[in-house]
T-cell receptor, first 111, second 110 residues
Framework: DGGITQSPKYLFRKEGQNVTLSCEQNLNHDAMYWYRQDPGQGLRLIYYSQIVNDFQKGDIAEGYSVSREKKESFPLTVTSAQKNPTAFYLCASSSRYYGYTFGSGTRLTVV | QKEVEQDPGPLSVPEGAIVSLNCTYS??????FMWYRQYSRKGPELLMYTYSSGNKEDGRFTAQVDKSSKYISLFIRDSQPSDSATYLCAVMNRDDKIIFGKGTRLHILP
């Protein structure tokens, strides 16, 4: 079945540590996105990529980095510069005809 | 004015009732309209996707779009406890820019 796979489901980060969240899709979508979801704040766009080797900052990109070396993959790194990283992170891809498809999410907790 | 406004709820209704969820949007450039359902600790899943005014029905779910008043609705008939979730509306323009509502939490009471 086509879809988006995010891993891991749960991730714990120590202070000062960088962590990378994985996102893989087999939908053959060109565009991919990373969102952060906090209680009461809805979905906030971190980064997006409309084509391989190109990506753009979203509304809250500070403290995050991405790469897009393959069409299928769009990993997100949460760097030590992100001061409040505890959140639920969602990866998505999109098609004009089918809207946005989301992964099952990664819950990141700072310990 | 926010681009998409959605009442956060929570909305509690008894099992079997008809549920009405609504959003308003401010920009007439939005041409595509979606409803997503999100269970706790899961990713949103697409329920309905439409690009025209009027009604679209899928089983117990009906999406309604009124472009003249910039108002979109989702109706759930014969609501079930398994419908308890957060429902997000979304609007998208021709450049694939999408704006999500903040979601309405729905509780169906057995």
């Amino acid at each position: 079945d086509g879809g988006i796979t995010q891993s891991p489901k749960y991730l714990f980060r120590k202070e000062g540590q960088n962590v990378t969240l994985s996102c893989e899709q087999n939908l053959n979508h060109d565009a991919m996105y990373w969102y952060r979801q906090d209680p009461g704040q809805g979905l906030r766009l971190i980064y997006y990529s409309q084509i391989v080797n190109d990506f753009q900052k979203g509304d809250i990109a500070e403290g995050y980095s991405v790469s897009r070396e393959k069409k299928e993959s769009f990993p997100l790194t949460v760097t030590s510069a992100q001061k409040n990283p505890t959140a639920f992170y969602l990866c998505a891809s999109s098609s004009r005809y089918y809207g946005y498809t989301f992964g099952s999410g990664t819950r990141l907790t700072v310990v | 004015q926010k681009e998409v406004e959605q009442d956060p709820g929570p909305l509690s209704v008894p099992e079997g009732a008809i549920v009405s969820l609504n959003c308003t949007y401010s920009n007439s450039a939005f041409q595509y309209f979606m409803w997503y359902r999100q269970y706790s600790r899961k990713g949103p899943e697409l329920l309905m996707y439409t690009y025209s005014s009027g009604n679209k029905e899928d089983g117990r779910f009906t999406a309604q779009v009124d472009k003249s008043s910039k108002y979109i609705s989702l109706f759930i008939r014969d609501s079930q406890p398994s419908d308890s979730a957060t429902y997000l509306c979304a609007v998208m323009n021709r450049d694939d820019k999408i704006i999500f509502g903040k979601g309405t939490r729905l509780h169906i009471l057995p």
